[in-house]
């Protein structure tokens, strides 16, 4: 569920009609619903009613700070990948306690600077990654909370570059070695052992691979604990997945998720640890763009839009799709026509749809992009030196423009000149 509906035959943010935040910020931009995001978060929170947990939201999804600050005060943890994204938890109010710290590159630098501002813990990915964390914990005179992530081998089922946890991929270290890479770890003085880490990837739209993978993480919690490592803590990871179709079958719900970690895990006593992004992000967002032109080709028409794979790349790096509508709701038995939705970026995988049906549309109208709150401003660009798009959030009757677009003097202004020119 979402919080963008026709009233009227206009299209509105809660309550703000897209059209007059159109008006006031020009196009393209990103809107986000509060009410969606706080909804989304409050899903699974409660669906982990009953057993120790803590919801950390995957703040690559979207990371604007007015997005974190929103989760936060309603008691969100944050799972960042990054220093920057350390540092922006941080500045949204967010405590050391209440954040993770996942990734399989992490520098001597980001390790600094959280075992300084606080941390709750780090998801160790490799043998070199415990090595180098023990060594700067050491040198602060302190002692570095980790879990380890370990590698399941289970088959997501999702698009490959999203899937996290075969045995091929990057991430984490294979299970069948868990219980001596832990025995490592407990000989290292800077380091202290509260839990396991595993994530099997994004857009997961089944709970199968997500029970299989937590089966092996229970037995692996015996194990160890048999070893005599104190296994309190469990880092699930994220990655249940959202309908980017009204006509998909819809993947699980939080709360059939929630039961499926009980099942799978209640019994070993552990505080569970969750980190969705896509789920609470996905569907609070929209990517509001209007039309320049609209092109006759050789057997097909050409929908051009001001929006460009810069500025929501997924369709152009995933195949990904996105349901795309008008602003103002068609009459009822409107006729429609297949379109290319194009950007103006000169590339020709600057496609967002191919044959989309869609009601007729002219030069400037405005289309959305629904389900485009993750991944969506977060890996947008300046590609063809055009200007990051600017964020709006909206909360009932307002809305506030959370980044906004820069100036082209602003990008110039960023480089600087050699002396020799």
């Known amino acids: 569920m979402d919080h963008f509906l026709y009233r009227d035959g206009a299209l509105y943010a809660e309550d703000v009609p897209v059209a007059e935040i159109a008006a006031a910020v020009g196009t393209p931009f990103y809107v986000y619903s509060t009410a969606t995001l706080l909804r989304h978060y409050r899903l699974f929170d409660e669906a982990l009613d009953g057993v120790p947990h803590l919801v950390c939201y995957a703040m690559k999804a979207a990371g604007n700070l007015a997005i974190l600050k929103t989760l936060a005060e309603a008691g969100a943890g944050m799972d960042v990948v990054s220093q920057g994204e350390y540092l922006r938890a941080r500045a949204a109010g967010v ?18 600077t959280a075992l300084t501002g606080g941390i709750r813990q780090f998801n160790v990915e490799s043998e070199p990654e415990m090595e180098l964390l023990n060594a700067v914990a050491l040198s602060l005179g302190t002692v570095a909370p980790i879990t380890i992530r370990v590698n399941p081998d289970v088959d997501a089922k999702t698009h490959a570059k999203i899937a996290t946890g075969k045995s091929e991929n990057k991430f984490g270290i294979p299970i069948s070695r868990a219980r001596a890479v832990y025995a490592h770890a407990a000989r290292l003085p800077g380091l202290k052992v509260v ?93 509001v ?41 068609p009459a009822p038995g409107t006729e429609q026509r297949p379109y290319d939705v194009v950007g103006p970026v000169c590339e020709t995988g600057d496609t967002f749809a191919r044959g989309r049906d869609l009601p007729p549309v002219k030069s400037g109208d405005l289309v959305a992009f629904r389900s485009a709150g993750a ?27 959370i980044r906004r677009r820069p100036t082209f003097d602003e990008m110039i202004n960023r480089d600087s000149l050699p002396s020799w020119l």
């Open 95 to 112: 405590p050391g306690e209440k954040i993770v710290f996942s990734g399989v590159g992490k520098t001597a630098e980001e390790m600094r």
């Open 195 to 287: 839990g396991i880490d595993v994530h099997i990837g994004s857009q997961l739209t089944d709970l199968a691979p997500f029970e299989q993978a937590y089966a092996k993480v229970a037995e692996l919690t015996e194990a160890l604990r048999a070893d005599g490592h104190g296994i309190d803590r469990l880092d699930l990871g994220g990655g249940l997945g959202i309908p980017y179709t009204r006509s998909n079958v819809a993947p699980p719900l939080p709360t059939d998720y929630g039961a499926m970690i009980k099942r799978t895990l209640g019994h070993l006593g552990c505080e569970i640890e969750i980190e969705p992004g896509r789920l609470i992000a996905g569907n609070a967002g929209l990517l």
């Open 289 to 329: 763009s209007s039309v320049i032109f609209v092109k006759s080709g050789e057997g097909r028409d050409f929908l051009i839009l001001d929006a460009a794979m810069n500025d929501l790349i997924r369709p152009a790096m995933y195949d990904a799709h996105h349901d795309i509508i008008p602003v103002v709701e």
């Open 375 to 401: 991944y969506g401003a977060a890996m947008a660009s300046e590609y063809n030196a055009r200007p990051l798009v600017p964020e709006v959030l909206v909360k009932g009757d307002q809305f506030a423009v």
